[in-house]
């Protein structure tokens, strides 16, 4: 009598795996026809051109001297970044207080990556931001607690840029999705004034808006009024950050089916908590790609507050640039804040994305 | 007692225009409590304008509508108070899709009748038990098929406590094989004595749970009639030209 093992072995168990497309071999990948030929050649081609600009960022480049002089050899100037570095992240704020506008960063980054994680979104989390922005803002001001008072003309740097974007978006949003609810109305009056304001704000440049408000509306306020230039600054970029996220979160409330609202009704949930517990965060997560947008482009167009001389991190790095004891490296400075908001926006394009894939696991229909 | 007060529902002379389109033509309907009525007819036909009417979905021009004593008007409050009474469970389930199974029960308790969150969650188990899907409480609707949704839909009506639940088309969204499930569901409450108002095509269910089947055509109530005597032996023509359409 033969045993005969019936035991499956393993490959019998396995499920087979889905054959791999064979790999393309590198020459056909790169000149398989005719258009990747193409391309791979003008490809080449741009990387040829582009030899003197990376001999000039790196190889014939000056990273560090104490003397600018030997800056004047052609390569970029590297050592002027790092001799100019507290004044362009920080401007003319005063250098021995400027641990104030660096804690104040610190704080915004801590609060950021607070407030990453959608499950800690709630109330509490409004309290927070509620709280660090003041404190942020009182210790650039200082003049409590022993600190030396600082005016706002002095403030400058990337502290600036950060407060201007994240106050911008932050006080716009509110008003957006005022102006975003009141548009959908059915109450005349609320749905004219919110067309109005959106389309009026729209229709303007946003450089008009900030001559509109650092220049026009001292003149309009009666004598004796003032309103600190930053201050208006600020109101210019909120007013055009409402506007424009005001249209983003119509549309998001848009996308959100009317059964939806129905059910809550039927439900008997009263209106502006229907509102803001079921149809905003849906609308909004429908619409985080241009929110996402919006929050960029105002990141970058708080760069246009130079024009009506605030000093934030592009004005600064001008301003830097200007000193006649170097040799005017505006290449190096540019590159630099360039660098710095690409890191900005890059980050929030990033976290966005992420954001997207976590919200589409819930498989939504 | 009078017998004004052991109507669930009573709807007078209503009358609903969409425009110049007359969607309702005096339509009476008394419903006892404890009732289980099944409206049926050709698609616009203005069942599912009917029940929406009751909880002021829509809103009525003529007539009137009066739940368990209370009168829908003009009156916020009142319309508050008739909400409270009446679930609805929608056709395309309406569930709320950024919320959890559970929050899709809990959050609307918190909401509109101010329960803690402890009481409504305990709340929301216990009615997800009752339409037996308490493993997927922490699933999302989206991740759940269509007869599971509606059974969720149902369990959140519930937690609301109401007298009387209206069912617009609950199944007609569903495969097939999920009509059963949602059905069964409804034939449960339905034993234990919940007043309700179904609009559905579900024959089957209608000779088994209803009291007496509403036959809706133009937007007129053209008879009304216990489930035997509607089903073998309907009074009218379009009675029984409608049921020779839908049983093939």
Redesign the interface.
Known sequence: MTVIDTAPTVAHIAPSAPPRPPRKPILQLFFGDLVASILTISTGFLLILMIPALNWAVLDAVWATNDPSTCRDGGACWAFIAAKFRFIIFGVYPPDEQWRPLLVMALILAMILASLSPKLWGQRLIVAWVVSVAMMLILMWGGVLGMTPVPTSSWGGLPVTLLLALLSLGLGFPFAVFLALGRRSSLPIPRMLSLMTIEMVRGLPLVGLLFVASILLPLLLPAGWSIDKLGRTLAALTVFAAAYLAEVVRGGLQGV?A??I?????????GW??VW??VL??AL?KVIPPLTNTAIVMVKNTSLVLIVGVFDMLSAARVAATDPVWPAPFVESYVFVALIYFLICFGISNYSRWLETRVQS???? | MTAHQLNAIEVSALDKWYGSFHVLKTIDLRVAAGERIVVCGPSGSGKSTLIRCI???EEHQRGSICVNGIMLGDSVKNL?AI??E???V?Q?F?????LTVKENCA??QI???GRRRREAEDMARHFLEKVRIPEQADK????LSGGQQQRVAIA??LC?TPKIMLFDEPTSALDPEMVKEVLDTMVTLAEEGMTMIVVTHEMGFARRVADRVVFMEDGQVKEVNTPAAFFDAPAQESTKRFLANIMH
């Open positions: 089916a059964g939806q129905e059910a809550a009704k039927a439900l008997g949930i009263p908590k229907a517990h079921l965060p849906q997560q819930r498989s939504y229909r | 909880n002021r979905l508050d909400r409270r009446v679930g609805m929608f395309h309406n569930l709320f899709p950024h959050l609307p909401l509109s009748r999302y609707p989206g991740q959140r009506a609301m």
